[in-house]
């Protein structure tokens, strides 16, 4: 219908369009990396750029801190975020830099992915997923460091290199191998999702009789033997680190993990993890976040959702067999994944101990991308079989032509928009310098804190905190840790700050005042405005030093 040319034109047009906020994102990453502001990280952020510091040594053994206390299971985010991190001379910047850099490389590759799987299947499939990847990318925070947020763009290319190895094509096993236990590693809650898929996929793959059964005529394709060699080498590597650890320690982080799952009794309903699950999966949570907290408006957003989602799922079954009739092996595997992929991730949702925040299944939004991709693909390529009868005299390549200069041109004109502040980013106008109350609130006790013990000479101290201010004790003792302070924590940050005997001080962060009868000795402390939301964690701080003689 168009010629080569058109054709890669369009495809051209539309990788310039899904890399336009990445690329935007990079150069302000960049320029914040050049101008080197001061970000004094709190909270969770605080949490990764301490791990990041590990991995810098070589020493993170383990994944991100849960409330639960126990960790993700494994470091891979570290390590690859720790050589950008070190170029940049520690800069706190280069965080997000390094964020956008990983969410680039995933992009780029979930492109490669549905471009190859074009080469057996309808071509629209590939269009469709970068336009709906267009429109994912400037939905959720591409720079952000948060764990839950690099999950998304890494789980849409999983679910399609998935749907490639379904129909045989074994040389993507290392790249599930690697994908999927990025995944795993950087949030447990992927776990069931992941892993279920990884083995129906290569189970499809490698069984002749399913394969035939499902109505896929296509053969195993590439050398299974080497690709599942690498694998295994792959698959070693990336669980080094987490099995020495849980050899090395008493009790080790799988098995705090086992014992976590094995005695929970709590479970959510099936109707309300399935109500969840359909705010991500109809990706009218991401569309409409403001909807998305409490009251009226989160109860049509649910029911709205539920609706969608049964539409979603009833619609992936028609294309499956749609797909499969018609040979299109590729989409009626992407079909069958998402479907698949769907169940479980309903499952994972049940587990989930305590509310179902949104930052929980946030990632389960990339179901909801390949269900539609593959959905609108069916859609198109209906209307191109019914205008090849009825509109014969349209010039197709002449459109597609002039959307592919349209898109190139847009994308351009957007990314110059979006880049337009970069000389006042060099200038520092607009360089984030403790933009927040907590971010000031950890710049004046980390740096009281600091002055203390260089004034009592304490060498190593043991930090302590209080679960209400744990945001801002994270904060402190990253500052203590870009600081070359040794000091001494209880189980959250691995073998480099663990408690060793040789604290020869005990320093304890608290939100409300101590008696010096009791012990405390105030150090510092910082008064917070007034708290309209009434969060727990945000509030007045207060520094002490515990005399361990008085208890």
Known sequence: MINAR????????????????????????????????????????????????????????????????????????????????????????????????IALVFVIATLIAARRGTEWSSGTLAYCVGILLAVYLWTIPVDSIWNPHVLYVPFVLFLLLCGLL??????????????????????????????????????????????????????????????????????????????????????????????????????????????????????????????????????????????????????????????????????????????????????????????????????????GLTAYAVILSAVIDGLIRHARVFRRDMDWQRIATSAGIFLILGSIAVTLWGLSDLPGRMVGEFAPRCSSAEERRVKELSECLLSYLDAEKISRPLIRWDHNRWPTAIGVILQLAKSNKPFGQEGLFGDDYAVNGKQDAVIVIKGHVETVKSGYKLICSHAMPLNPKHDEFYGDTFIYRFDTTKK
């Open 166 to 367: 379904s129909i045989g094509r074994t040389w993507v096993l290392p790249g599930i191998v690697f994908v999927g236990s990025f995944l795993i590693q950087t949030h447990l809650g992927t776990a069931p999702c992941v892993m279920a898929l990884a083995m129906i996929s290569l189970t499809t793959c490698f069984s002749k009789g399913l394969r035939s059964r499902l109505g896929f005529t296509t053969i195993t394709q590439g050398s299974s033997k080497i690709w599942l060699f690498v694998s295994l080498i792959i698959l070693a590597l990336a669980w080094f680190p987490p099995i020495m650890e849980e050899l090395t320690h008493s009790p080790g982080n799988l098995t705090k993990l086992f014992h976590f799952f094995a005695r929970r009794q709590d479970h959510h309903r099936l109707l309300e993890a399935f109500t969840s699950f359909s705010i991500q999966f109809s990706w009218l949570g991401l569309l409409f976040p403001d909807h998305a907290g409490s009251g009226m408006s989160r109860r049509w957003l649910e029911v709205i959702s539920v609706v969608v989602a049964v539409f979603q799922l009833i619609s992936l079954i028609l294309v499956y067999r749609i797909n499969v009739s018609k040979g299109q092996y590729f989409n009626a595997s992407i079909a069958a994944i998402t479907g698949i992929g769907s169940l479980f991730a309903v499952l994972s949702i049940v587990t989930i101990k305590g509310p179902i925040y949104g930052y929980l299944v946030g990632w389960m939004s990339g179901l």
């Open 6 to 101: 058109s054709e890669r034109l369009l495809w051209v047009a539309i990788v310039s369009v899904v890399l336009t906020p990445l690329i935007i994102s990079l150069g302000h990453g960049i320029t914040d990396v050049l101008r080197s502001p001061v970000i004094w990280h709190e909270s969770d952020n605080a949490g990764i750029e301490i791990n990041t510091i590990s991995a810098c040594r070589g020493h993170q053994l383990l994944g991100v801190g849960s409330r639960f206390e126990w960790n993700h299971p494994g470091p891979i985010y570290f390590y690859l975020m720790a050589p950008i991190y070190v170029l940049a001379g520690k800069n706190a910047s280069a965080l997000s830099l390094a964020a956008t850099i």
